[in-house]
C-alpha cells in the first residue's frame, strides 16, 4: 500500500509515511502522517494505492 498527495499539473505526489492495522472485526484501518499538521478547515487530498 502507498499513500501519496494528488499529482498535480503531471508532478508527481509526495509519498506519505503510514501506520496500517487490520483491526479485529475485519476492517482495514490506514493513518496517514502528514510531514506538518494540516490547518482546521483546510482541505487535503491523498491517493491510495493498494496492490
Known amino acids: 500500500m502507498e499513500v501519496r ?4 499539473e503531471g508532478v508527481g505526489g509526495t ?3 503510514k501506520s496500517v492495522l487490520w483491526r ?4 482495514l484501518e490506514v493513518l496517514v502522517h502528514f510531514a506538518s499538521p ?7 487530498q ?3 494505492e493498494i496492490d
Do not use: K
Open 46 to 48: 491523498v491517493l491510495v
Open 24 to 27: 479485529d472485526d475485519g476492517r
Open 38 to 44: 494540516v490547518a482546521r478547515g483546510n482541505e487535503f
Open 15 to 17: 509519498r506519505s509515511d
Open 5 to 8: 498527495s494528488i499529482a498535480v
